[in-house]
């Protein structure tokens, strides 16, 4: 079990002269939940959708349970155990909320090219089941295209979570979601973790998901890791203050915080 | 071939290259800013040399000068303009939102609304139109003689490209276009006058289309064939240099010009092919052609036009379609020879559309050249009963859904690669290459008369025999297709079509799915061609051509692309009427034109879908408990 989870080392990706990865390192442990923070163009997504197989790095290499994955094709590297969600939920619009688990398990047994059998009778249970652990089981027969957006998040985990997967990726997994919904779905993803000894690597901007539900945060701005460790300590890096609230910032946060605390 | 000749064959192909960018470059800034390709750019090309050939000699009444010549062309480009407006108030304004394949269908109709128009204001004849005068000597170019007006063309090209480039950088209208062909939500967003923008644009497009038309009056004879002929080579050029591009179009019309110059010395037979052939290869490598940028293809918002629900047969359905295939069965006996004759017709129809819908609906893969694996496997049933084979009817029906499988196989591999819009075009393009094949190779496919006696073996001559041939093959294969979309392999499909990012991140191969769904439907389109050879007993070009494809198209359409069963339901609609009303009437195009704009606008969702529609909310009303139980029922269970 010392051999970590995902090993990504030394990544780099250029589009034209901006830097969305330099040198991006981090290892991730089964069963750890790892949160990529930063400002917009940080390059978060780019470092999520290389090692997604979305992206190819230009170096670098990204090695998931002892096996190189760089550069693989998304269907490649989801057969190797990755599932994934993105920024904006896609789901199968034209399918029911089963079936789009359905899918993911047809497609998990290889099943993609048969003809003889009916889909919608495949692998029935096994999605209910999944549905049941995301608390949709009794949403299962409708129409995707009818839930509300925090539901179709909560049916993309299921599908994410169909191959058995050892790694999950979730890309801004709470965006566009009330502040609820957004906690019960953290929660709920860091039990999923917890229990099946899944590696979580997410991005985000909502800063309760993040400092409330992972493991270790890094911190990433133009490209370059600046920091990484538990909450506790990114929380009180100078440097991280200093990028999301600039010198002046820091000092009229500190300053705000001494006024209330007066007050008080 | 000796230096000069080369040189005069170079100044020809560089003269079409002209004449060609200037119709394209119309195109391809109509396409950049209102994202439709529109079909009656041809239509509008064809007005131009028909507007010509009238304004022409009533000019030269008064002075048969050049300056007139030129007031004259002009002329005819502005009123080719004027209709250009016209229709994009009366049309355009009305499909910008639809998805693209309504928007390909609706400019085809007014394709077919146009051939009518001009048939019935100018008569089927060709007309020839004056020579440019001051141009009508010939020019010495190495002991050559070279066509004056020839050499004033090659010039007319890059004189338009710099007037365009001046617009477009120099003018506030030119500068919208080009901002509206990069993103042109942005400009809405910065609130300019889209609807002036748009109509302006139209303006400018048909213009060019009618300068072009008008251009070539002193070359060839205005002819109502003209719009057809031009618009799949102004498609190419587009394509080729980039949608929106029109530096790219003027550097794609070169280099077809150039290639068709050339390439009828070296293949006489087949120029058409490597023009299409070149598209091709240029696609697969540069897949939103030499200078066109991805942004502008993607990035608008697609509505899902394909199946949404898979709704089992209830009830009422099973006894529908039980009702329907007796009735069917039963056409021999009741019917007269007429009947068994449109009753052989339809089941073929339905089950090419059946095919094509599997493609479109079920599969997100916009063919518009379904008519080719139709035609081969007609070609195929045909040629190996008549040629030097003289295989008996049965072997060749086995071999046409063989042969339709094979051409798909091939042209998916690369249609595969491409989505959208951009797919549309080359399936488009393979259909002509196969048009182009069975027109050109006289010795083997007949050419233009095709071949005569493909008829059935012995045992199924009676045409009531073989109606029941066509309904064995034809029901069994619609049956088979119907349970693949079912299927794993169809859901899969629809996966990809729904998201092609989620399908790729659950591990399914999009391109390979989608290449031997392609190859499926060829197959199927191929059987479908293969009876239909036997059923009329010759095969000609006919069956391969861009108005075959429409029809198969309209008949998903008017069935309902977002339905499962659509298709055999327009297939019957659609040719029962074309064929009762084709006979009645000199101008059933402009009909069939008209009837598609109609469906397009008020009818998207075609006859079973707004069944479906009506069902839903009757259902909704009288039964909104009774709907529900049935989920209670299994949720209890």
Redesign the interface.
């Known amino acids: 079990m010392s051999t970590p989870l995902l090993v990504v080392d030394n990544l780099q990706k250029r589009f034209g002269g901006v830097v969305a990865g330099k040198d991006v390192a981090f290892t991730l442990a089964a069963g750890e939940m790892l949160a990529i923070i930063g400002p917009n163009g940080a390059g978060k997504s780019t470092t999520f959708n290389m090692v997604g197989g979305q992206l190819k790095p230009d170096s670098g290499t990204i090695t998931l349970a002892g096996e190189d994955i760089t550069g693989r094709p998304p269907r490649d590297i989801w057969r190797k155990g990755v599932g994934r969600t993105f920024q904006i939920a896609q789901t199968f619009v034209s399918m029911s909320v089963a079936e789009n688990v359905q899918m993911a398990l047809i497609s998990h047994h290889g099943e993609t090219r048969a003809v003889v059998p009916m889909a919608r009778t495949l692998h029935r249970e096994a999605a209910i089941a999944i549905l049941a652990r995301v608390g949709m089981a009794d949403m299962a027969d409708r129409p995707v295209s009818e839930l509300a957006y925090g539901d179709v998040k909560r049916v993309e985990l299921a599908v994410a979570l169909a191959s058995e997967p050892k790694l999950l990726l979730m890309d801004e997994p709470t965006a566009g979601m009330a502040p609820k919904e957004r906690a019960a779905l953290m929660q709920l993803t860091a039990d999923i973790a917890k229990e099946r000894g899944i590696g979580v690597l997410f991005t985000e901007h909502d800063m309760d998901s993040v400092f409330g539900h992972a493991d270790r945060i890094l911190v990433l701005v133009r490209g370059e890791i600046i920091a990484a460790g538990t909450p506790d300590e990114v929380r009180s890096n100078q440097r991280v203050k200093q990028v999301y609230l600039g010198e002046t910032g820091v000092q009229a946060a500190l300053k705000a915080r001494r006024q209330t605390a007066g007050a008080a | 071939m000796d230096l000069s000749f080369l040189v005069i064959q170079a100044l020809s192909g560089l003269a079409s290259a002209s004449a060609l960018f200037v119709i394209a470059s119309g195109l391809t800034i109509v396409f950049g800013v209102t994202r439709i390709v529109n079909f009656a750019h041809g239509s509008f090309y064809m007005l131009g040399a028909y507007m010509a050939v009238t304004i022409l000699p009533w000019l030269f009444e008064f002075d048969r000068s050049p300056t007139l010549f030129f007031v004259g062309v002009v002329a005819s480009a502005a009123v080719v303009g004027v209709l250009g407006v016209l229709m994009e108030v009366l049309l355009l304004r009305r499909i910008y939102k639809v998805p693209e394949l309504f928007q390909l269908l609706a400019t085809f109709g007014v394709v077919l609304i146009v051939q009518d128009v001009v048939l019935k204001v100018w008569g089927p004849v060709d007309i020839t139109g004056p020579r440019a005068p001051g141009l009508r000597h010939g020019i010495e170019i190495f002991g050559q003689r070279f066509p004056a007006y020839e050499m004033f063309l090659i010039f007319v090209g890059p004189a338009v490209l710099g007037a365009l480039i001046l617009i477009m950088h120099k003018t506030r209208f030119g500068v919208l276009i080009r901002a509206a062909t990069q993103d042109r939500e942005m400009v809405g967003a910065l609130g300019v006058n889209q609807a002036m923008l748009f109509t302006g644009t139209l303006f400018l497009g048909a213009f060019l289309a009618g300068l072009g038309g008008a251009l070539q009056v002193p070359r060839v004879a205005a002819n109502t064939g003209m719009d057809l002929s031009i618009i799949t080579e102004a498609f190419v050029v587009t394509v080729i240099g980039g949608m929106g591009s029109v530096p790219g179009a003027f550097i794609a019309a070169l280099i077809i010009g150039l290639l068709q110059a050339f390439g009828i010395l070296i293949f006489p037979k087949i120029t058409l092919v490597l023009v299409f052939l070149l598209m091709a290869v240029v696609l697969v490598v540069k897949p939103w052609g030499l200078m066109g940028k991805p942004d502008v293809a993607a990035g608008r918002a697609i509505l899902?036009e394909?199946?949404?629900?898979?709704k089992?047969f209830g009830g009422v359905e099973k006894l529908f379609w039980a009702a329907a295939a007796v009735l069917v069965l039963a056409i021999p006996f009741i019917g007269d020879a007429y009947k068994v004759k449109v009753g052989i017709e339809i089941m073929v129809f339905a089950l090419a559309a059946f095919s094509l819908n599997l493609l479109i609906g079920n599969g997100g893969i916009v063919s518009f050249g379904h008519a080719a694996y139709f035609g081969v496997g007609a070609y195929a049933a045909g040629l190996l009963a008549t040629g030097p084979l003289k295989l008996p009817m049965e072997a060749a029906l086995v071999a046409a859904p063989i042969a339709g499988g094979l051409a798909a196989a091939l042209f998916g591999y690369f249609v595969v690669r491409l989505s959208g819009i951009y797919l549309a075009m080359l399936t488009l393009a393979f259909a002509q290459i196969t048009y182009a094949i069975c027109f050109q190779w006289v010795e083997v496919t007949g050419g233009d008369n095709g071949v005569v006696g493909v008829w059935p073996s012995r045992w199924a001559s009676a045409r009531e025999v073989y109606f029941y041939v066509v309904a064995v093959f034809s029901i069994l294969a619609i049956v088979a297709l119907r349970?693949?979309i079912?299927?794993?392999?169809?859901?899969?499909l629809?996966?990809a079509?729904?998201?092609a990012?989620?399908?790729?991140?659950?591990?399914?191969?999009v391109r390979t799915?989608r290449w031997?769904a392609f190859t499926v439907a060829g197959a199927a389109a191929g059987l479908a061609g293969g009876l239909y050879a036997f059923s009329k007993g010759s095969i000609d070009p006919t069956m391969i051509s861009i108005g075959m494809s429409i029809d198969f198209l309209m008949m998903i359409l008017t069935g309902g692309i977002q339905t499962v069963m659509g298709a055999l339901v327009g297939a019957a609609a659609f040719h029962s009427v074309k064929d009762f009303f084709m006979p009645l009437t000199d101008f059933w195009r402009f009909f069939l034109g008209s009837s598609i704009i109609l469906i397009v606008l008020l009818f998207p969702r075609g006859i079973v879908g707004a069944v479906d529609t009506f069902r839903e909310r009757f259902g909704d009303r009288s039964a909104a408990a009774g709907a529900k139980a049935p989920?209670l029922a299994?949720?209890a269970a």
Do not use: M, Q, W
């Open positions: 899902p394909g199946i949404l629900n898979l089992r349970h693949l079912y299927a794993p392999f169809g859901y899969t629809r996966a079509r729904d998201s990012n989620r399908a790729d991140a659950i591990g399914i191969d799915h031997l989920v299994k949720e």
